[in-house]
């Protein structure tokens, strides 16, 4: 009787350790579950084909997401334009808005008096040009929009959100499939707690009753099952199994907590340092309205959007405000014929390789997807992590811009017979491994 209780303890410890062992391999996957899931190519498939009567909507989510999303949110939370919450009833009107998305500038140039006031309300800002879109997907993104995002629609994460990826374009968020997959992770885990808790507590009381027991003259006796049943739970929370879980549970959160710092070295979201001159992007780009290329000028053309040397600002600093501290400091730099050392806000690794005029001037891309809303930053703080989730994770979101581009018309007509989807970047090569690294 005394051997067979041994040996239950015995196997009892053992269903015991590979229990922890799960549950440490379980933190693992899940702590691990995040960049694997971004890797994972099945998230834009899961997407619903548009059919029915609620395609229109649909189509309309899936147009406004990838188009529109960057700037405008459907409530009334002004992003880059305003929010668009009932935006139909506070327009001229279904034409008008049809006009206005295909080419708002046009619009205002007619002297159309709500466009101007729409214009000079928002600071100016160029909303871009939709010449491609149809009646019909226009009409769709304006049944989106007056619909509301309904949670019926599957959503792909916070687009419209005000989150620290930028506006919208950029947030990592992770897709429906990934998710299913983190829920069950975590269930798993649960379950396994509890089962090691389970065990813990009958390993405690059996080992406990068959251990012997030192009576008060000093011999060792075989304890009685029943009277150890009872002492035994007061006594787990001084016994050694106890405190190897407590190590164990330690251990986990200290391997967690490492494998999170490990993922996050290197990202540099909200970094914002403080420059060598008070230079303010809120002053320059918002308030004066200085076009970023006249800065930037290498963001169309090339890799690099570069940083503007010294005798650009001269430009306009060789006349205003010169008297300024912060103004004479740019007069020594070139004095001294020395550049001024502005801190690097954005550095990707070297092993990563991305082009600007790609993404700004082929793709289309507003700087403020990536960077935010430069224009309102007194200092610039980098908005987005720069992971390579987050390339990705845009990738597989956003549509080609193919129009008046003949290097893709063979492309968009070769995807057109295989697939119904727009053409992603992820369809032209843009989760190819050699196409981000050297
Ligand atoms: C690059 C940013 C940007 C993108 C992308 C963009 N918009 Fe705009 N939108 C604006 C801005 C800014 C305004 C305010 C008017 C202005 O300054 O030209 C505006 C104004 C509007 C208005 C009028 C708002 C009002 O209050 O009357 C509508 C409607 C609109 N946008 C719809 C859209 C739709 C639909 C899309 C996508 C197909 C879109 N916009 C994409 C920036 C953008
Ligand atoms: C008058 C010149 C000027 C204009 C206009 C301007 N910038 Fe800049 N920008 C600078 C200078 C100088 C720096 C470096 C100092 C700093 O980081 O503030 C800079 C830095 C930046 C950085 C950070 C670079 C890094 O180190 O990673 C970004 C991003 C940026 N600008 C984007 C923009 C965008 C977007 C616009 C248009 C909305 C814009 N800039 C307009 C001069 C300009
Ligand atoms: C297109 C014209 C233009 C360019 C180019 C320009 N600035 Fe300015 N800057 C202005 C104007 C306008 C003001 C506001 C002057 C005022 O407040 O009276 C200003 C103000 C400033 C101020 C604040 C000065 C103070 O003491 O109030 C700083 C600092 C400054 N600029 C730095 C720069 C730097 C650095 C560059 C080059 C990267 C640059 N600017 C390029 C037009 C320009
Ligand atoms: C698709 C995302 C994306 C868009 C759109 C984008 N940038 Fe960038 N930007 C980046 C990334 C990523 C880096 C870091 C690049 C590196 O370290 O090699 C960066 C870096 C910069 C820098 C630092 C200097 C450099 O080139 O490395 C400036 C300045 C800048 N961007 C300005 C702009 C301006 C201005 C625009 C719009 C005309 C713009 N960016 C559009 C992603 C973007
Ligand atoms: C806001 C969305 C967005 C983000 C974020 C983004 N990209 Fe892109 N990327 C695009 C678009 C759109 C294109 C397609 C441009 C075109 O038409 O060629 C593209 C194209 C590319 C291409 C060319 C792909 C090909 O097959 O021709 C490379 C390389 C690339 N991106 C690298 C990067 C890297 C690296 C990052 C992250 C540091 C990044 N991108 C982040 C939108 C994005
Ligand atoms: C759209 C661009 C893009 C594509 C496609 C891409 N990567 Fe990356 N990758 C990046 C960027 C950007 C970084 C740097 C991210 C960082 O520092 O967090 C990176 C980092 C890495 C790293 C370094 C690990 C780390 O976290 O710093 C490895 C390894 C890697 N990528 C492998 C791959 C492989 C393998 C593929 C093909 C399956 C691939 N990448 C496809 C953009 C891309």
């Not at 009576?215 to 035994?232: A, E, N, V």
């Not at 908005?383 to 290097?407: F, P, Q």
Request: glycine share 8%.
């Amino acid at each position: 009787m005394l051997i067979h209780s041994i040996n239950i303890v015995q196997k009892m410890s053992c269903l015991y350790k590979l229990c922890g062992a799960v549950v440490l391999s379980l933190m693992l996957l899940l702590s691990n579950s995040q960049v694997k899931a971004q890797d994972s190519a099945s998230a834009p498939a899961a997407a619903a084909p548009a059919g029915g009567g609620g395609g229109d909507v649909e189509k309309g989510k899936t147009l406004f997401t990838n188009n529109c999303a960057q700037c405008h949110s459907i409530t009334a939370e002004k992003v880059v334009g305003p929010g668009l919450k009932g935006i139909e009833s506070r327009t001229p009107g279904k034409d008008w808005l049809h006009k206005w998305i295909r080419n708002s500038s046009a619009v205002i140039a007619s002297g159309d008096a709500y466009a101007n006031q729409v214009f000079n309300a928002n600071g100016k800002v160029q909303m871009s040009s939709f010449p491609s879109l149809s009646d019909a997907d226009i009409d769709g993104i304006l049944a989106y929009i007056a619909q509301g995002d309904k949670p019926a629609v599957a959503s792909t994460g916070g687009d419209t959100s005000k989150n620290t990826e930028g506006t919208g374009g950029g947030s990592a968020s992770v897709g429906g499939p990934s998710e299913l997959f983190t829920f069950v992770l975590i269930a798993l885990l649960v379950i396994m707690l509890l089962v090691l808790g389970v065990l813990l507590v009958i390993v405690t009381i059996l080992s406990k009753a068959v251990s012997p027991v030192t009576t008060t003259d000093g011999t060792q006796i075989p304890s009685s099952f029943g009277q150890r049943m009872k002492t035994g739970l007061s006594d787990a929370f001084n016994n050694p199994t106890l405190r190897s879980v407590v190590i164990w549970l330690f251990l986990l959160v200290v391997t967690k907590a490492t494998i999170d710092g490990a993922y996050s070295v290197g990202i540099q979201q909200g970094y914002a340092p403080k420059q060598p001159i008070a230079y303010s992007h809120k002053l320059h780009a918002g308030q004066y309205k200085i076009d970023c290329n006249y800065c930037h000028t290498g963001a169309q053309k090339g890799k690099s959007a570069t940083i503007p040397a010294a005798n650009i600002c001269m430009n306009c600093h060789g006349v205003i405000k010169k008297e300024s501290p912060e103004i004479q400091k740019i007069y020594t730099a070139i004095e001294n014929n020395q550049p001024i050392e502005w801190i690097r806000v954005h550095n990707l690794p070297d092993l990563a390789y991305f082009n600007h005029a790609q993404h700004v001037n082929v793709g289309n891309v507003a700087c403020q997807t990536c960077h935010g809303e430069i224009e309102k930053m007194e200092v610039v703080e980098a908005r987005s992590s720069l992971t390579m989730g987050w390339c990705i994770d845009c990738h597989r979101r956003t549509e080609v811009n193919t129009k008046d581009n003949a290097y893709y018309d063979k492309l968009v007509a070769l995807h057109r017979k295989e697939s119904k989807e727009p053409l992603k970047v992820a369809n032209i090569g843009g989760l190819e491994c050699s196409k981000c690294h050297y």
